[in-house]
Nanobody
Framework: QVQLVESGGGLVQAGGSLRLSCAPS????????MGWYRQRPGKQRELVAT???????DYADSVKGRFTISRDNDKNTMYLQMTSLKIEDTAVYYC?????????WGQGTQVTVSS
């Protein structure tokens, strides 16, 4: 059973930066798209950013210009560089990888932005 392992979450002050990482427990093939989602307190899970197999990226309006999604194909790893963090970015962040056959989710990593 493949698991997605996330890391990089934590506590940061507003205006600060964090980088999240997501890697599968074994190499995945035939990846269609990868993405980051988040669930803020009392809210539904929402899309943050996606990157396709062609390296096309898309972002939620709330994070455009502040967050950058990227991936390392050799390491089969995905990243989310978060800058100029705001208190409203506080959430549990989940990574997602979609292959031709299956969709995988990480266990979530907490990001807390303090004032």
């Amino acid at each position: 059973q493949v698991q997605l392992v996330e890391s990089g979450g934590g506590l940061v002050q507003a205006g600060g930066s964090l980088r999240l990482s997501c890697a599968p427990s074994r190499k995945l093939f035939n990846i269609n798209a990868m993405g980051w989602y988040r669930q803020r307190p009392g809210k539904q899970r929402e899309l943050v950013a996606t990157i396709t197999s062609a390296d096309s990226t898309d972002y939620a309006d709330s994070v455009k210009g502040r967050f950058t999604i990227s991936r390392d194909n050799d390491k089969n790893t995905m990243y989310l560089q978060m800058t100029s963090l705001k208190i409203e970015d506080t959430a549990v962040y989940y990574c997602n990888i979609n292959t031709w056959l299956k969709s995988y989710w990480g266990q979530g990593t907490q990001v807390t932005v303090s004032s």
